[in-house]
């Protein structure tokens, strides 16, 4: 069920896959961008997306191991992503990445910025719809960890995005 609701998603918004746990999809006539974005337009940000099905079927031994096996699936959709950035010219006019995310403001020292999303309607829904896939990734899981469950914005500029993983393909 999961994949299906995820590929008309998918179909509705033009989503491109990268690498095995990303979604790219391009929106135009955004505002502004982090002043730090200097080598693309300002008008072209890409809405990142979790394959939701993919990370749903990571397999391991526990919830750490999910967890761990998901970050690692996770670093190597974003080294994709970033070599994309850099060598692709569908990716390279892209200034910005962003999406809206569960997980807490972990990316900091990649160059990723966090903040909570504006209390709402959409705030409310998203965090309803996250717990509910916490819990399908892991219904054994901890329920305090399933009610912590908060929506955060996150972005990276194309220039951090790079910098933080393009070399990292070859460093494997």
């Known amino acids: ?29 955004v505002d502004a961008l982090p002043e730090r974005s200097s080598d693309a337009s300002p008008s072209v940000v890409a809405h ?13 031994n526990g919830r750490l191991q999910n967890g761990v096996r998901f970050a690692r699936l996770l670093r190597d959709s974003l080294v994709e992503l970033a070599v994309r950035a850099r060598d692709d010219d569908k990716f390279r006019h892209i200034g910005l990445y962003e999406g809206v995310t569960w997980f807490g403001s972990h990316g900091d020292a990649v160059g990723f910025e966090s903040e909570p999303l ?12 996250f717990r ?41």
């Open 118 to 129: 504006a209390d709402g309607w959409r705030a409310r829904w998203l965090a309803m719809h």
């Open 132 to 172: 509910l896939l916490v819990w399908a990734f892991s219904p054994t899981g901890d329920a305090r960890a399933i009610d912590e469950v908060a929506p955060r914005h996150f972005r990276i500029t194309r220039e951090a995005l790079i910098a933080s993983f393009a070399d990292r393909k070859r460093a494997r």
């Open 48 to 60: 990142l997306h979790f394959n939701n099905a993919r990370a749903a079927a990571v397999q391991a």
């Open 1 to 29: 069920m999961l994949e299906s609701v995820d590929a008309i998603y998918r179909r509705a918004l033009r989503l491109q896959p990268v690498g095995s746990v990303l979604f790219v999809g391009v929106a135009h006539d």
